[in-house]
Structures are given as C-alpha cells and as structure tokens.
C-alpha cells in the first residue's frame, strides 16, 4: 500500500546470541516486509541485562530506536549513554530526574514522523509512577506532531498489558508488550484502531529458559538457591512483531507476528 508506515518491532535481544541471531534474521524480514522504521528492544543485549555503549551503537546500525525496561540500569555505563543517545529509551514512568527519556520522534525511510513512547507495568515489578497516566500526557504532547505512535509497554502481566492497551484505544498506532520474553498470540487491531499483542517474546537462544541456560534456570527451581543467570549458548531464536498503519491518521492497518529460529545452530 503506497504510504504506508510499516513498522517492524524486535522483542527483548538476550545477550551476544540475541545479537547473532539479530544479524542472522533480519535480512530475511526486511526483505519480505519492506519496514520503513526498525524499533528493538535492547534491554537484555550485554550479557542478557542491561546494556553497553558499544552494543548500543551497534545496534542502531540496524534499528532507528531502541527501547528498554527495567534491565536498562544494570550496566552504570548506560547511565551517561542514556544522556547522550536520544534514540535510546527508558521506560518514561520512571520518576522525574531520572536520566534519559522515554519518548522520541524520528522520520522513517519514506519521510513520516514516527513516535515511540517506552513505558514500564507496575503489577509483579518497581511500583514507578503510573503508565496510564504518563501516556495520557505524552499522547496528548506528541500528537500534535505525528498520529503515528507505537508503544513499548515492558510489563510482567498480562491483564496490565491488555488493560493498557483497550485504554489507549484509537489514540496510538500499537501496544506492543515485552519483558516476558515468551511470545503471545493475541495479536489483533482493536476496534478503535490500535494493533496489540500481549508479548513479543524475545531474540536470543532457542534452546533457553526465557533466553537463560537452561540447566542454571532448572538448578534455581530444583534447589531454591540464588543462581547467576548467563544467556543460552545453542539455538537461534527470533520473534518480532510487523505493523502497517496509515501515516495520516496512525491507526493500524495489519499486525503481522513473526518467529524464526534455527535449533541446532551454535549462537
């Protein structure tokens, strides 16, 4: 469709297999959707939590913005990056003086301004300030400058998820969830115009628990002990999410979910 926006939307990248798998399938999907704006969420990239400068500037090699969540502080360097990178996010709930934002308008490959709003749930993580609230005064900033608005909501459950998103209806382009790193199938438009989907899931080891090792997940639950989590080291596993809305009025058109994976591959 002539003048479109299609938006492709990368789940959580875990670690450097997130990265490889990144690079794997990507060509593929640009080939088959044509995006003309690339968002990932990148929270995860160094070493499955948090976030380097080095990856950062690696990353946006490949996408125009990168979002995050609650991860984003566990690398101190990505503090002053956060200052500096206005492509990159942090959740915009986090209370006032915090660094960084968590919004920004960029213009994709056809010329159309496109607004990311990164917000974080409250239900099962840090009780921040309120994601309904925070986007009700974004949405009314930003569009006055563009109709097409994605949302990254970064939340543990569910019903948070789907009550943000029926909350928002008509008034963003997409609530697209993260931070499980599992992907849903609830993919949709909603009657007012705004494509959802609970989760996307995530880019890292196919042969993970939630992109961990797995025999250090299955160690945690079988003894209850604290355990230091490290990526997957098999498998490759990609799960993204492909929007096309209508640049004049920022509703959805279609919400296309997408997963690849290579099992045996060594990431």
Known sequence: MPGKVTILFLADIIGRPGRTALKRFLPAL????SPSFVIANAENAAGGMGLTEEIGRDLLGLADVLTSGNHIWDKKEAIDYLEREPRLLRPANYPPGNPGRG??????????????INLQGRVFMEPIDCPFRTADALIE?????TPVIIIDFHAEAT??????????DGRVTAVLGTHT???TADDRILPGGTAFLSDVGM????NSVIGMRREQAIEKFLTALPQRFEPGRDGLFLSAVVVEADPETGRALTITREVMREDGADA
């Open 203 to 206: 880019v890292g080891s196919g």
């Open 30 to 33: 640009i080939k088959k959707h």
């Open 181 to 183: 790193h599992v992907p």
């Open 141 to 145: 900033k930003i569009r006055s400058e």
């Open 103 to 116: 919004d920004v308008i960029r213009t994709d490959k056809q010329g159309n301004r496109v607004a990311v």
């Open 159 to 168: 019903s948070e998820k789907q009550a943000l998103g029926w909350y928002l």
